[in-house]
């Protein structure tokens, strides 16, 4: 009998730690994907570029006001960034919003999200990333790497969410402590 319940209990903690290895949906890379350079602009109009968060592990999702998924998930965005964002890692939120900057405003003002605008009003990043649908997050890597890949909505601050992030966060953390 102890023998059964040892089993089913390796069982369990070999599903959940399976399912916190990889959110569903979410396409993990092999190897890392060099990140075409990205150019956009935040809330203000200042160019901005993912080189200003080298050295971070960074959540980049491209989304639109009129998605409605999109809408769903940034108030998961903004609390996952009030979670775990910091030194080592941050939620970028890029809008492909062609009304600009005062829409993203605008939407973010309403439902209390606090993010940073960030916008590609002529959608080069849709078409530099190589997307086909919105919601689309990418996992970059502190090296500016793409690491994993997600199409559609997701949950952000989802408990195996949180766990996968943390994960991949501690692990590049560590690799960059090692000498």
Known sequence: MKAILLAMAMAILAVAGALAQE?????LHGEPQPVPELVFADESGAPRTLESWRGKMVLLNVWATWCAPCRAEMPTLDRLQKRLGGE???VVA????RAGAGAVRKFFDEIGVSLPVFIDQDGAALRSLALFGLP???LIGPDGNELARLTGPATWDAPEMIAFLT???ERHQQRNQTP
């Open 94 to 97: 890029l809008s492909v919003d």
């Open 23 to 27: 959110p569903a949906g979410m396409i």
């Open 88 to 90: 080592g890692f941050e």
């Open 167 to 169: 994960r991949a966060i």
């Open 136 to 138: 689309a997050t990418l």
